[in-house]
């Protein structure tokens, strides 16, 4: 079966740096997505990646690992604004996203 | 407007009725995509469309309906609503399919309420 896992919730301080971890098992591979989801919003996207390696997007960076089927999401210099869901997505073998449940981050002042 | 538009914003439904929820894009993408959202669970693809005049079914099909009459519009109907329809629904749209690289954009969502 196709499975994304995700943590739940998280909870950071503002201004730490905070990884969320994704780990999953899909049939085949065309890329690793990562969306944040503001509550009662729309997910907008935040990266991708399809090679192996870290991918640095200003306080966001994004890692993959195909041979672990494990990504991560870090951020940096936390914002309260950064208080949202990350959505974990992973591209199958028929261009389709699958989904994990999100990651609930909490940031305190 | 500027990207995605989805109406309406929420709507509380009696069970049996029929119901519409409209989805229009002005990017001009070629593939559109109806997911919904519940609580605890990833999002679910339900529809999507290649290609205006083309759909396809995604996870959960059963009771939804599309059609892609254009490259802008992409209603969903559910014909005859159950409470288990309860849910946000979310539209999306990007340039393509078959392209790994192809970021989706979403629309705000429809809150549904299905009594």
């Known amino acids: 079966g196709q499975n994304i896992d995700q943590p739940t919730e998280m909870t950071a301080t503002e201004g730490a740096i905070v990884q969320i971890n994704c780990t999953y098992q899909?049939?085949?591979?065309?890329?690793l997505f990562w969306y944040q989801q503001h509550a009662g919003e729309a997910p907008t996207f935040l990266s991708y990646?399809?090679l192996d390696g870290l991918e640095e997007k200003g306080r966001f960076s994004s890692f993959l690992s195909r041979s672990k089927g494990y990504s991560y999401l870090l951020l940096k210099e936390l914002q309260m604004k950064d208080s949202a869901s990350y959505l974990c997505a992973n591209m199958d073998s028929n261009y389709q996203l699958i989904w994990g449940a999100g990651t609930k981050l909490i940031i305190k002042p | 407007i500027a990207g995605i538009t989805q109406a309406p914003t929420s709507q509380i439904l009696a069970a049996g009725r029929r119901m519409t929820l409209r989805c229009t894009q002005d990017m001009r993408h070629n593939a559109m995509y109806w997911y919904r959202q519940d609580l605890g669970l990833g999002l679910r693809l339900i529809h999507y469309s290649n290609t205006a005049g083309t759909t396809g079914k995604g996870e959960v099909p059963d009771g939804y309906s599309v059609s892609r009459a254009n490259t802008d519009d992409f209603p969903l109907t559910l014909a005859s609503a159950v409470p288990s329809q309860t849910s946000v629904y979310f539209c999306a749209s990007s340039d393509s399919i078959g392209q790994g690289s192809d970021t989706q954009y979403f629309g705000p969502g429809t809150r549904l309420t299905v009594l």
């Open positions: 899909t049939s085949g591979f065309n890329g």
């Open positions: 990646n399809v």
